[in-house]
Nanobody, 126 residues
């Protein structure tokens, strides 16, 4: 049984930082493209950052560039999203997702991702 479990969300003031973690069981993340998505009520889920199965540097959408940093820990089978300089518009539920048959991740098509975590709420508010 495959499980992705996010943690690290919470309430933070504007300008603050949070680090999201995504741990996997049942799959080895090395062989998957991994992405972080986020969603607010009434809007579609949007891509934030990803690392392709074929390797290379992490990719970031415009909303995350310069503020967020995605990384992997191969030994722990985990991925992380370090979020700095958070803004109220970053408030959302954040999901990690894994796609085994996707060599390059930067199109952020949700239907490409077979496995999803349960989501972690991030609230940026003073």
């Amino acid at each position: 049984q495959v499980q992705l479990v996010e943690s690290g969300g919470g309430l933070v003031q504007p300008g603050g930082s949070l680090r999201l973690s995504c741990g996997a069981s049942g799959i080895t993340l090395d062989y998957y493209s991994i992405a972080w998505f986020r969603q607010v009520p009434g809007k579609e889920r949007e891509g934030v950052s990803c690392i392709s199965r074929n390797g290379g540097a992490a990719h970031y959408t415009d909303s995350a560039k310069g503020r967020f940093s995605m990384s992997r820990d191969y030994d722990k089978n985990m991925v992380f999203l370090q979020m700095n300089s958070l803004k109220p518009e970053d408030t959302a539920v954040y999901y990690c997702a894994a796609a085994g048959s996707l060599p390059y991740c930067y199109y952020y098509v949700t239907s490409d991702y077979a496995f999803w975590g349960q989501g972690s709420q991030v609230t940026v508010s003073s």
